[in-house]
């Protein structure tokens, strides 16, 4: 099993920064993507960022240019800096992490982690 422990939400006043930060532990092989997406209250989940094992990223509109995603694949942990932040960055964040077996991947999400930004 694999486990991801997310920290950094919090509240912080627009224009602010946060940095969130997701450690995977457990029985963990290969990581292949890992990413960061958000719930806003009465809306979808969306992809903010995403970072592949080769390094590869991928951000949504809404966060590009403020927002960057990185990883230290040593400590199986994906982060994301959150700079500029806007009263429409608040949401639930959650990191997303596929692992890679010989049996096949699997896909663990985080517990989420609240980041509140006020006007």
């Known amino acids: 099993q694999v486990e991801l422990v997310e920290s950094g939400g919090g509240l912080v006043q627009a224009g602010g920064s946060l940095r969130l930060s997701c450690a995977a532990s457990?029985?963990?092989?290969?990581?292949?993507?890992m990413g960061w997406y958000r719930q806003a209250p009465g809306k979808q989940r969306e992809l903010v960022a995403a970072?592949?094992?080769?390094?590869?990223?991928n951000y949504a509109a809404s966060v590009k240019g403020r927002f960057t995603i990185s990883r230290d694949n040593a400590k199986n942990t994906v982060y994301l800096q959150m700079n500029s932040l806007k009263p429409e960055d608040t949401a639930v964040y959650y990191c997303n992490t596929e692992h890679q077996y010989e049996s096949g991947t699997l896909v663990v999400w985080g517990q989420g982690t609240l980041v509140t930004v006020s006007s």
């Open positions: 457990g029985s963990i092989f290969s990581i292949n993507a």
């Open positions: 970072i592949t094992s080769g390094g590869s990223t």
